[in-house]
């Protein structure tokens, strides 16, 4: 398989008199349709890293190549357009809005870009029965169980039918039965749909249940099996 995700070089320096520097002179490449988790201990740089992956942040040299395109030297409505694209965001903290339903949820980046029709609403209830979620997509978000948030979570972050998805700690708020549902349900997708998925996780079980696992330590690549 090709790779979705390259990484030459790549260097992260914050603060200008007093630097910092996260991540150095980092490679990696991530084949498309694999699974791979991240782990490495807070402030080890494996959260910037993901974050230069998804586009949100920029190296301070070197290359990042997503699905076949150089990010490094974009714009902000060209990375913008790629993320809408290509890209599908996960959060230990699941940003919902509590005053709206499941499904208003699953459907607020449509909203929000002016695409909302009946076309993209049944894109959501698809995906909300994909999840398991379709007794419940009239509740409130507020009144949902942690699990449910977060399939709701996993629910939005496919609605644009991205690529890759790049989950910060997905599972961290959940007990254990929620933790192996989500795992089990992420599998699923990226068997189903051959989605990439970049996850960073603290909990070893399911680190280990990856195709692969990247250790970052102090800003590098410790260990990649």
């Known amino acids: 398989m090709a790779d979705i995700i390259k990484l030459k070089n790549i260097n992260k320096i914050?603060?200008?008199?007093?630097?910092?520097?996260?991540l150095h002179d980092l490679s990696l490449d991530i084949k498309e349709g694999s699974?791979?988790?991240?782990?490495?201990?807070?402030?080890?740089?494996?959260?910037?890293?993901?974050?230069?992956?998804?586009?949100?942040?920029?190296?301070?040299?070197?290359?990042?190549?997503?699905?076949?395109?150089?990010?490094?030297?974009?714009?902000?409505?060209?990375?913008?357009?790629?993320?809408?694209?290509?890209i599908g965001f996960i959060f230990q903290f699941h940003y919902l809005l509590p005053e709206f339903t499941a499904l208003e949820n699953v459907l607020l980046p449509n909203n929000i870009m002016a695409k909302s029709n009946k076309e993209t609403k049944a894109r959501a209830e698809e995906l909300m029965?994909?999840?398991?979620?379709?007794?419940?997509?009239?509740?409130?978000?507020?009144?949902?169980?942690?699990?449910?948030?977060?399939?709701?979570?996993?629910?939005?972050?496919?609605m644009n039918n991205p690529r890759i998805i790049?989950?910060?700690e997905p599972t961290g708020n959940l007990d254990s039965d929620s933790t192996e549902n989500i795992y089990n349900l992420m599998r699923d997708i990226n068997k189903k749909f051959g989605t990439t998925f970049v996850i960073i996780t603290h909990d070893r079980r399911i680190a280990e249940k990856a195709d692969r696992i990247i250790e970052i330590k102090d800003g590098r690549i410790a260990l990649d099996i």
């Open 14 to 22: 914050y603060g200008n008199q007093v630097k910092t520097q996260v």
């Open 35 to 86: 699974f791979t988790s991240i782990i490495g201990q807070s402030g080890s740089g494996k959260s910037t890293l993901l974050n230069i992956v998804g586009t949100l942040d920029k190296p301070t040299s070197g290359e990042v190549i997503i699905d076949g395109k150089r990010t490094d030297g974009m714009v902000k409505n060209e990375l913008a357009a790629l993320r809408n694209k290509t």
């Open 129 to 158: 029965q994909l999840v398991g979620l379709e007794k419940v997509r009239n509740n409130l978000s507020s009144n949902m169980s942690g699990g449910q948030q977060q399939r709701t979570a996993i629910a939005r972050a496919l």
């Open 166 to 168: 790049l989950a910060d």
